[in-house]
Each structure stands twice: as structure tokens, then as C-alpha cells.
């Protein structure tokens, strides 16, 4: 049985940093495109970055250059480091993993950004 578990998120001040763990069990995790997906109170879920087994990164443009998604293979975790947080990143943060045959999301971690 495939699990995905977020944790990490939390109340920040704008400028603020987080670090999001999602820690996999029951899976070959390293076959596995891994990702993270936000949805704000009103918005539809959207992509924030993906990280394939090899390591190949993807990013939304609203997070470049202030999200980092990473992956340990060894400990069955993607990370997503998140700097310079701003109001508009307010959101739960979902894990996300494909094998492109199937398809699993973790119950996600709030983020809040706020003064």
C-alpha cells in the first residue's frame, strides 16, 4: 500500500523559509516522477515543481528561484525548500508520485503565510 506523508509546513512571516518533507512507503521509490502541488482557499491544485528519479527538476514560474525540490532516494523523501515565502504562496501543499501507470497524492501540510 502506497503512502505519501507531508509534513513541514507551518505559520511563517513573508520572507520566511519552510522546508516540506514527504516521506514514501510501499513503493520502488527511486521509478517514481515525484512532485508538489499547492491549492489555495478558492483555486483550482497546481503544479508547484516535479523531480524525476534522476534528478531533472521542473518548476512552476510563480516559484522559480525561491523553491528547491530535492530527493533522497536512500530515505525515500522528496523536500521542497521553499525561501523568501510571500503572501500568495498560502496554501496546502500536496506530495504528488507517478509512474505514469498510476497515480498517488499524500493528505497534504498547510503553509501560511502571514504578518
Known amino acids: 500500500q502506497v503512502q505519501l506523508v507531508e509534513s513541514g509546513g507551518g505559520l511563517v512571516q513573508p520572507g520566511g523559509s519552510l522546508r516540506l518533507s514527504c516521506a514514501a512507503s510501499g513503493m520502488l521509490f527511486s521509478v517514481y516522477l515525484m512532485g508538489w502541488y499547492r491549492q489555495a482557499p478558492g483555486k483550482q491544485r497546481e503544479l508547484v515543481a516535479t523531480?524525476?528519479?534522476?534528478?531533472?527538476?521542473n518548476y512552476a514560474d510563480s516559484v522559480k528561484g525561491h523553491f528547491t525540490i530535492s530527493r533522497d532516494n536512500a530515505k525515500n523523501t522528496v523536500y521542497l525548500q521553499t525561501n523568501n515565502l510571500k503572501f500568495e504562496d498560502t496554501a496546502v501543499y500536496y506530495c504528488y508520485a507517478t509512474n505514469a501507470r498510476q497515480n498517488y497524492w499524500g493528505r497534504g501540510t498547510q503553509v501560511t503565510v502571514s504578518s
Open positions: 523531480v524525476t528519479g534522476g534528478g531533472s527538476t
